[in-house]
């Protein structure tokens, strides 16, 4: 028998989620033996209103019990040990809904019972308690939400439509609410609520059990009620996300544990609850009394009193507590005789009544959907990157270009330290806006440039103070005062402000432009436009796939897609063409030729440009010659057998013509496999799996060689970007060849045992399959995005504090300038800020980015795709704050979980998994610790409790330690790994986001005349249905789970066949039929794909199918590979730890 959640009483005011009659009346989880049929029929049982729980007896139950999962008291509790978090916990059922209006008054009364509620009689005896059993259970500070571990709800699960009849819902259970007693304005929407959508979700194939078919459930015990339909919605609003204060707790009176809910509060559900593991049959009511017999901590031995004594109750904060007279019996009372100690089956955790991703999201898209978001007040926090918003410019920039972990800034470095909440700033300078969004403007001042200050050398910004009438302006960020030039003054108004204020984008706006001078470029010299140079391996194994024939057939309309400037007809980018493998080929394709040259370089150990005139051309004077090369291309080596390829030296050549020509651009280079070739850069096969996981995996994580190293290093400096297209069969060590991408602001893609299938090989009539299709459609993307060439990244911020450190695809030569050779759409860099001086409170903190196509504060310098030198600025203002409270209400867990899996991935390859882990789970719990101990009202130490915008933070950290970029486990491959840790340091905080809580949707319920992305669901095994089918996506890969028992209807709308297992899921491909349900799903996929940065290729996945573990590995709050802990594992973990660190 698995162990279970340690039922207990609830502390003061405390909820006890779903229960049944407190005080130990029934035994949850098989039905009791009864000495007699329940009286009368359901709901007719007594004076008092059917269906109502006794309440326990004041004296029966001692507050501040043990209420998540079985820990010690803090005194004899196991030491603080950070290792892997316990598993082997479940979710149990939830309870029904008792609507508004047919609540009890607010608290009832201690001592009241059921007096028609018959005892029960001939229970299965019972084990003794464990001795001093800890307090457990979860409270959500911020939302009033307590979690307490326990017997689940009384009475079985509403039956599915059409199955049983209809009865009126039952009175809501004891308790105060599923998340406390909210105080005034605070969130009240229950986390139990799961996504709507699915109305007749079966039991789910993980092996949980729902109610009995045919709507026969058998009478239920006591004469209650069975559960109907749930009660209507709560209300969802509440003050905005991220900008709630610290809520209490509100304990009730002591005694009055068995007081009914607050109107509102009572966990929805319309499916029917998970029910525990082996479970069968409809569950009796539930018993509150304290479980015997169960280990302490999971995982450990069991503890407790000698069988037959009565249970110790825990005193306050853990602490030991008076005996109980019955042991695991009922309650004494008029109408509740004592009966037998009873056994109860295994328990779980409710995971409904566990904070959700997916209501966080919910709430805040209702709350803030749609809205304006005005960013003229400091330390505003934004909407989550989940929600659909219009940002109005008003003097900080955009949430789009820039995001903090926090927007009050601790005023010392004391206050960080204790909390240990980070500082991070996620910025994404050429963030892609909507259409309603105004695109940072342009503005020139002309020969002189932009106006700085002459002591920190900060752009001119909004925050800048003028003073002596105009004259002068005082720096916001060193406090410096610089003389205004003459040709800039002007008067001020009556406020202070210059009258011109609103005229100029640097005065009024928070994401603006300048034209840089010659000052800004290299050698004092204004740029050419960029080129794009297209690097192809034409060895046997890249020609036998088919890359080469279908990359040349696509290019030559894709070329037409190059990056223009706004106004401009055509693009002022150059392209250029070469092919490899032991030796390089370069292509004249000037526009004076009728026919394309090709030039061979076999001296690889020293290359050179063989030609300048004729290499790199404008796409619209020599269209007619660049078609012709690619049509010849394919044929020229069609018969190689050449298999050895190298690499190094094919970067070094595209290097060298752009430095031939002295401009900046990109290099695409698509490449098959391991640079073996007698030539630089040759690699040696290391490929050792088995390590990952192991301190000793750093050695196949890092380059083995410092040859690409180098090489990116000399690209940024030249300006050089590299994409590197891997079409690998076998092992191509992305670790040491893909520095040339990360280095240089580049993107890695990998298509693994590519294979392009032709209907008549090399022909026009030729037709790709999927793995083209995602190729070119990658390819497409990264030829149209906005990019920035020869970047200079540089963040300035006010006095007291400074950045310490960068995460990213980059290279820094020098600790304060981020150099990238090309920066786009996609990318975004993560910066730490460190205190190096005490704030002042009223004072606020600045941070400017600069950017400059090759510039600098945030300030960003870099050259645009029609060669304009540019400084891209954005600015922020923070508050200060001197209150822990005051910085907790103001954290954004999206952009917290972006920089903790940033640092993460780089600590990994410089330590090893298990620290990563037992680091990442220790700021947590500290994290969290400090939230209870400084800003949490007093409450039993039986509870969690956790700030608002925090609520779902230890999710998501037990996601990124279960992620294949971090883990570490054998299930992927050496080059899989790397891969997607360089792809994670480059990630901007909506695609962290759902990469580790990927995006569950039901489809088999679509309504196929709307044209809305449905509403996800949690990541979890146990709300799947038999009968359903589930699109999952994470940014990177898609799955659609498809049931056994899914209607034949449907699959046969969608997939042309009449029954699931006639599904051709090696397909990756839906079909194009013609009907509504088909081309509403197609459409779908579609348009989630166009959200994504990279194409993700749909994987069909039927029900108990081989490809089901690998899918299941994305349910993130499910127990993943090698064992990893489940959600509601890593919570109990989590709560244990903070007892420690508290204790």
């Known amino acids: 028998m698995s162990q279970y959640a340690n039922a207990g009483p609830p502390g003061p005011g405390q909820y006890q989620p779903n229960y049944g009659p407190p005080g130990g009346a029934f035994n949850q989880g098989g039905p009791p033996q009864m000495s007699k049929p329940p009286v009368g029929p359901y709901g007719a049982a007594g004076p008092v209103q059917s269906g109502m729980p006794p309440q326990r007896h004041a004296a029966n139950g001692p507050s501040g019990g043990p209420q998540y999962g079985h820990h010690t008291n803090n005194m004899a509790g196991p030491p603080n040990s950070m290792g892997p978090p316990p598993s082997g916990l479940g979710a149990p059922p939830g309870g029904p809904v008792k609507p508004h209006d047919q609540r009890p008054n607010q608290y009832g009364h201690p001592g009241q019972f059921n007096p028609g509620m018959p005892p029960q009689n001939n229970m299965i005896p019972q084990r003794p308690p464990p001795h001093g059993t800890g307090p457990g259970g979860l409270s959500n500070q911020m939302a009033g939400m307590s979690l307490n571990q326990g017997p689940p709800g009384m009475g079985q699960p509403p039956p599915p439509q059409g199955q049983g009849t209809m009865q009126r819902p039952p009175l809501s259970q004891p308790g105060p609410g599923p998340y406390g007693v909210p105080t005034s304005g605070q969130y009240t929407g229950g986390y139990g609520v799961p996504p709507p959508g699915i109305q007749n979700v079966q039991p789910p194939f993980s092996g949980a059990h729902g109610p009995p078919p045919g709507g026969s459930h058998g009478p239920i015990p006591g004469g209650m009620q069975r559960p109907g339909p749930p009660g209507p919605p709560n209300s969802m609003m509440g003050p905005q996300p991220g900008m709630q204060g610290p809520s209490t707790s509100m304990p009730g009176p002591h005694g009055m544990q068995g007081a009914p809910p607050v109107d509102g509060h009572q966990p929805l559900s319309r499916y029917p609850t998970p029910q525990p593991q082996g479970y069968r049959g409809p569950p009796p009511p539930a018993m509150g009394g304290v479980q015997q017999g169960v280990p302490a901590y999971p995982g450990g031995p069991p503890v407790g009193p000698p069988q037959g004594t009565p249970p110790m109750s825990p005193g306050p904060m853990g602490s030991p507590g008076i005996r109980q007279p019955y042991p695991a019996g009922p309650p004494s009372g008029p109408g509740m005789p004592p009966g037998p100690s009873v056994q109860p089956p295994p328990k779980k955790l409710d995971p409904d009544q566990m904070p959700s991703v997916i209501q966080v999201i919910e709430t805040d898209r209702n709350a803030r959907g749609g809205q304006q978001f005005v960013t003229s007040s400091w330390g505003q926090v934004p909407p989550l990157v989940t929600t659909d918003f219009q940002v109005i410019d008003q003097g900080n920039s955009s949430p789009r270009f820039f995001r903090s972990t926090v927007y009050s800034i601790p005023c010392n470095q004391d206050m960080v330290k204790q909390s240990q909440i980070p500082i991070g700033l996620v910025i994404k300078p050429f963030a892609e806006l909507p259409a309603n969004e105004m695109v940072p403007p342009i503005t020139d001042h002309g020969p002189n440039g932009p106006v700085r200050c002459n002591r920190c050398k900060a752009y001119m910004c909004p925050f800048m103070t003028f003073v002596e009438g105009g004259r002068r302006f005082q720096c916001a960020f060193c406090t410096g005062v610089t003389d205004v030039p003459p040709e800039y003054i002007q008067p001020l108004d009556h406020m202070g402000k210059r009258v011109d204020m609103y005229e100029r984008p640097e005065l009024s706006l928070g994401s603006f432009e300048y034209l840089a001078t010659t000052d800004y470029c290299k050698n004092s010299k204004l740029p050419q436009p960029p080129a794009y140079i297209f690097m192809i391996d034409v060895t046997y194994q890249s020609v036998k796939t088919g890359m080469v024939h279908l990359l040349c057939k696509e290019l030559k309309s894709l070329l037409d897609r190059l990056p223009t400037e706004h106004g401009m007809k055509e693009t002022a980018i150059r392209v250029g063409f070469v092919t490899y493998d032991t030796t390089l080929h370069f292509y004249n394709v000037n526009s004076a030729l009728a026919q394309p040259q090709m030039m061979v370089v076999s001296d690889v150990h020293d290359v050179f440009m063989p030609l300048l005139d004729g290499f790199l051309v404008k796409l619209s004077d020599s269209r007619a010659v660049i078609e012709s090369l690619l049509d010849q291309i394919p044929e020229m080596f069609f018969e190689t057998r050449e298999t050895e390829s190298m690499l190094a030296p094919v970067v070094e050549a595209g290097l060298a013509a752009l430095v031939s020509a002295d401009i900046s651009g990109k290099l695409f280079v698509f490449h098959s496999s391991l640079p073996i070739a007698d030539a630089p850069g040759k690699l040696k096969n290391r490929d050792d799996r088995k390590l990952l996981g192991t301190e000793k995996e750093k050695t196949i994580l890092t380059p083995q060689s410092q040859v690409y190293s180098k090489l990116g290093q000399e690209c940024v400096k030249a300006g ?295 509403t996800a669901m949690r990541c979890s095994v146990e709300r799947f249905s038999d009968s359903g089918v589930y699109l999952l996506e994470n940014g990177l890969m898609m799955f659609l789970w498809i049931g056994l028992h899914v209607s034949n209807d449907w699959v046969l709308s969608v997939f042309g066949v009449n029954s699931p297992a006639q599904i051709d899921i090696d397909s990756s491909k839906l079909l194009l039929l013609d009907n509504p349900l088909s081309l509403r799903l197609r459409n779908l996929v579609e348009k989630i794909r166009g959200q994504r940065s990279r194409y993700m290729k749909l994987a069909v996945v039927r029900q108990r199918d081989t490809l089901e573990p690998w899918f299941k590995q994305f349910l993130v709050e499910d127990k993943g590979a090698n064992a990893s802990a489940s959600y509601v594992d890593f919570l109990v973990h989590m709560h244990k730890e903070i007892r420690n660190i508290l204790s």
């Open 720 to 1014: 050089c970007s590299v994409d590197l297209f891997l079409f690998p069969n076998s092992y191509v060590d992305v670790a040491t060849v893909g520095q040339v991408s990360s280095l240089t602001g580049g993107h890695c893609y990998k298509y693994k045992h590519f294979q392009v299938k032709f209907q008549l090989a090399y022909t026009k009539n030729s037709k790709a399959a999927v793995d083209g299709e995602r190729f070119i459609h990658d390819l497409t993307k990264n030829l149209e995005r906005t990019v920035g060439f020869d970047a200079v990244l540089r963040v300035r911020t006010s006095a007291g504090i400074r950045p310490t450190d960068f995460f990213g695809n980059f290279y820094m030569s020098n600790t304060t300038d981020v150099e990238l050779a090309a920066l786009d759409s996609t990318k975004a860099v993560t910066v730490e800020i460190k205190h190096d001086d005490k704030l002042q409170e009223d004072a606020g903190a600045f941070a400017q980015v600069s950017f400059e196509y090759k510039p600098v504060v945030v300030a960003v310098l870099y050259t645009s795709v029609s060669g304009q030198r540019r400084l891209r600025i954005l600015n922020f203002a923070f508050n200060c704050c001197s209150q822990l409270a005051d910085l907790y209400k103001n954290c954004d867990t999206d952009t917290m979980v972006n920089f903790l899996a940033k640092k993460a991935a780089k600590d990994v390859v410089q330590s090893n998994p298990k620290s990563v882990r037992e680091g990442l789970m220790s700021r947590c719990a500290n994290i969290l610790a400090c939230y209870r101990k400084n800003c949490a009202s007093p409450s039993t130490q039986g509870q969690l409790i956790l700030p608002e915008c925090m609520k779902v933070l230890p999710l998501f950290v037990n996601s990124i330690i279960k992620s294949d970029a971090i883990a570490g486990c054998t299930d992927i491959t050496t080059d899989d790994r790397s891969w997607l840790m360089q792809m994670l340091l480059g990630m901007d905080v909506m695609s962290t986001h759902v990469y580790f809580y990927p995006r569950l949707i039901p489809v088999h319920d679509i309504n196929p005349d709307s044209d809305d992305i449905p």
